[in-house]
């Protein structure tokens, strides 16, 4: 049995996972209407590509990523694109964000599709863009784009593949059932994993053992495969991407570095599958295994749910009862958020969407002062201050909040969940974090406002300067010119002067060349004129449209009467 670390801190809260595997992953009805936001990961939003009316097929693209860090998204299922517009998305504050709207036609008709079923015979950077041109995004945490994460560069050798199957947190079970049904998919998508990272020495499945079935699920297709099932003791939160690797590994990542660093990549069960069935099969990220569950439902069960789903789809098609429900949450209830709205649609990481009762989560209870026991610094599985960041954070301290390394905080939940005064922590970490990087986005602009400031003065000063040197080097001309001039130097400019007047002068032919072009140029202005006055009495254009045309069409006529004169005159 290989050795496993155990982390600091955690917590074990009610399960609550059972009810919903007690049936396989099922379907749903594909919605009348999918709502597909264009910002479903980390980095830039993707760029719509199709425009209002037009039809598109399952798995096409609608939308380009921007940039690096970015990914494609594409239709759900065949339809009518009926709307590009802000509708609410999953997000705590119930912000708006750009949408694609699309019209279902109920056929589910695909693009053509093609896989590469020799993929050990395709370089990694042709999978690499497979994986892109996917749209794949980590669908266990906040949708790191995938083909970023998977290509480290050279000068960060990967020597360990850690396929994250822990999925710690109560009431989730969408990576326990996608194992339990598709595991030998899953190993082909951990080979084609390898592949692409150059074949790591060390392939580690990290699962917790409150999943046995999972694990035997896994254990038949690992055989000779160099790929290692490791299950330790349950805690919350071992799937958090530093407590895992620790947990298996026993190597901790240094604050402010990222897995590829010390040689680690980290991936999810639900973005291993996606990637098989990316390369293998040809298909884009359309759909995701998603965790419906909580005792409001009367069905509790795992989906494979199309992306853009609305949530009141999930739930009526659940036996929702609203009155017997405290919240809707997103995620689970340790990470997730409620939901402002029922219209908000399903993304490439929601993993699970919660709609208990009263009685599994009570209404929030009013916070009391802190009463510094300490709980929460025990509870916290990253060894920090929960107390101080907490004091710091409402002082809007930023300075000593950095100190304290408030951005290792990976928003657990575990010390709100043991504060015996309700203090909502996590909540305060990320207003703190949201402000901080607020002000340093600012700073930088502040100092880019400058630069260019500084730049513009200085180029200012330069053109002036550059003008007065040659003001001084014409003064400094002139009084040579006075200097060496002869006495009757007045007499010479004058003639001087005479001579340039006389050098302008046209000749006769050359004037009357000059009254031709402009006798012509006015005949052209008069026909154009004509032709527009024409057609505005020819289309009944109104009445004073046809007066402006007229008056415009006589002005030119004189004109060129005039010239017609001054060629006449000249031609005498």
Request: one cysteine or more; hydrophobic letters at 35%.
């Amino acid at each position: 049995m290989r050795q496993t670390w155990v982390t600091p801190g955690g917590v074990h809260p009610p399960e609550n996972k059972l009810q919903s595997v007690t049936q396989p992953i099922g379907s749903l009805p594909i919605p009348e209407k999918l709502v597909v936001p264009l910002g479903q990961h980390i980095g830039a939003p993707a760029i719509a590509c199709v425009k209002l009316g037009d039809k598109v097929l399952k798995g096409q693209k609608i939308a380009d990523p921007a940039g690096t860090v970015s990914v494609a998204i594409h239709a759900p299922t065949s339809g009518t694109v009926s709307a590009i517009e802000a509708r609410p998305i999953a997000h705590s504050s119930g912000m708006e964000a750009l949408c694609i709207e699309i019209s279902t036609d109920g056929k589910d008709q695909w693009i053509a599709l093609q896989g590469i079923a020799d993929f050990e015979h395709t370089t990694p950077k042709a999978l690499l863009s497979i994986i892109t041109d996917a749209g794949i995004a980590g669908m266990g945490g906040a949708g790191f784009p995938t083909a970023v994460k998977l290509n480290p560069g050279f000068h960060r050798p990967i020597d360990t593949l850690i396929v994250n199957a822990t999925e710690c947190e109560p009431y989730i079970t969408a990576d326990d059932a996608l194992i339990r049904e598709r595991a030998e998919e899953i190993i082909e998508g951990i080979r084609i994993l390898s592949h692409t990272l150059g074949n790591p020495s060390n392939i580690l499945i990290g699962i917790e053992d409150n999943k046995p079935e999972a694990i035997q699920a896994l254990e038949p297709h690992t055989k000779d495969t160099g790929i290692n099932v490791v299950s330790f003791p349950t805690k919350y939160p071992s799937g958090g991407e530093k407590q895992l690797i620790y947990i298996l590994t026993g190597k901790e990542l240094p604050s402010g570095q990222i897995p590829a660093d010390i040689g680690i990549v980290c991936v999810n069960i639900g973005t291993t599958y996606a990637i098989k069935r990316a390369v293998v099969e040809g298909e884009p990220l359309v759909s995701r295994v998603t965790t419906m569950t909580g005792e409001a439902c009367e069905i509790n069960r795992n989906y494979d749910v199309l992306i853009g789903t609305p949530v009141s789809h999930m739930l009526e098609h659940n036996k929702f009862d609203a009155e017997k429900c405290s919240r809707v949450i997103m995620g689970g209830p340790m990470m997730g958020f409620s939901l402002t709205s029922k219209d908000i649609p399903i993304v490439k990481t929601s993993n699970c969407l919660l709609a208990p009762s009263v009685e599994e989560i009570p209404h929030n209870e009013p916070a009391q002062p802190c009463i510094r026991c300490g709980m929460c610094a025990e509870a916290c599985p990253a060894s920090l201050l929960p107390q101080q960041l907490l004091w710091y954070s409402q002082a809007k301290d930023h300075d000593r909040l950095q100190s304290h390394n408030l951005f290792d905080c990976i928003e657990c939940g575990a010390c709100s969940y043991v504060c015996p005064s309700n203090i909502p922590l996590v909540q305060h970490y990320r207003s703190s974090k949201s402000d901080i990087k607020k002000a340093e986005e600012e700073k930088i602009k502040s100092a880019q406002a400058r630069e260019r400031f500084e730049f513009r003065q200085q180029r200012i000063e330069q053109a002036d300067k550059e003008r007065e040197a040659k003001r001084a080097a014409r003064r400094e001309a002139a009084l040579e010119a006075k200097k060496t001039a002869a006495p009757n130097s007045a007499a010479d400019i004058v003639a001087a002067a005479q001579a340039r007047t006389a050098a302008k002068q046209l000749s006769p032919e050359q004037e009357q060349a000059k009254l031709e072009r402009a006798v012509s140029s006015a005949e052209m202005r008069v026909q154009k004129a004509q032709d527009k006055f024409d057609a505005a009495v020819a289309s009944e254009e109104p009445e004073d449209k046809i007066k402006i045309l007229s008056a415009a069409l006589s002005g030119a006529q004189q004109k060129l009467e005039k010239a017609k004169t001054r060629l006449a005159e000249q031609s005498n």
